[in-house]
């Protein structure tokens, strides 16, 4: 069966360290692939997502992620987190035209001042 | 634009209750859809309608759950009898023109708590 897997449940960091949020999906076929960022008190947004062309993408708030076919991985990197990034990150897939889009359990972020 | 509505956001009810929930989607969205994320999990798709026809029920558990999406805009949820499992967040999004790239909007989402 198709999954998502994301590496960290719970990840803590201060303020200006690199955040780097792993995401690996099993489908060996063609694959659209997202990652969403559900802030407190807040709706799930799309942060960036990624189709095809450039495998590096950049999305809002100075995220990027890095599609690598071979590895089935789609990580999520910001180089310098602030306070405010402090939210819940889920990586999600979608493998058919429909658009069905199944997620990861999500990444629990919390930066300190 | 306005976004996704949803009500209510919370409810409390004892299990072998019924419960609705209701969806608007963002105006003009033809695909919706309903997802129950869990604590500590991500969400999962129950339904998917594209205007007022389903696209995928395969995991909705059609013995208490249904779902309809009347003149194809909003929606509504239902479940009859609740399980001390549906315990969740009840998540409704939707998405314009083709599915497969756009992004989809989610609403607050409904908090059910069953007893």
């Known amino acids: 069966a198709q999954s998502v897997s994301q590496h960290n449940h719970h990840v803590i960091l201060s303020e200006a360290a690199s955040l780097e949020l792993g995401c690996n999906y099993s489908?060996?076929?063609?694959?659209?692939l997202f990652w969403y960022v559900q802030y407190p008190g807040q709706h799930l947004q799309l942060l960036l997502k990624?189709?095809?062309?450039?495998?590096l993408v950049k999305g809002i708030k100075g995220f990027e992620a890095e599609f690598i076919k071979s590895k089935f991985s789609f990580n999520l990197r910001k180089p310098s987190v602030q306070w405010s990034d402090t939210a819940e990150y889920f990586c999600?897939?979608?493998?058919?035209?429909?658009?069905?889009?199944?997620f990861g359990a999500g990444t629990q972020v919390v930066v300190t001042p | 634009e306005a976004g996704v509505a949803q009500s209510p956001r919370y409810k409390i009810i004892e299990k072998r209750q019924s419960v609705a929930f209701w969806c608007n989607p963002i105006s003009g969205h033809a695909t919706l859809y309903w997802y129950q994320q869990i604590l500590g999990q991500g969400p999962k798709l129950l339904i998917q309608f594209q205007n007022n026809g389903v696209v995928d029920d395969s995991q909705l558990p059609k013995d208490r759950f249904s779902a309809e999406r009347l003149k194809g805009v909003d929606s509504t949820l239902k479940i009859q009898p609740a399980k001390l499992e549906d315990s969740a967040v009840y998540l409704c999004?939707?998405?314009?023109?083709?599915?497969?790239?756009?992004?989809?909007?989610f609403g607050p989402g409904t908090r059910l708590t069953v007893l």
């Open positions: 999004a939707s998405s314009d023109r083709d599915p497969s790239y756009n992004e989809q909007f």
């Open positions: 999600a897939v979608t493998t058919d035209s429909w658009g069905k889009l199944q």
């Open positions: 489908y060996g076929g063609t694959v659209n």
């Open positions: 990624y189709f095809s062309g450039d495998p």
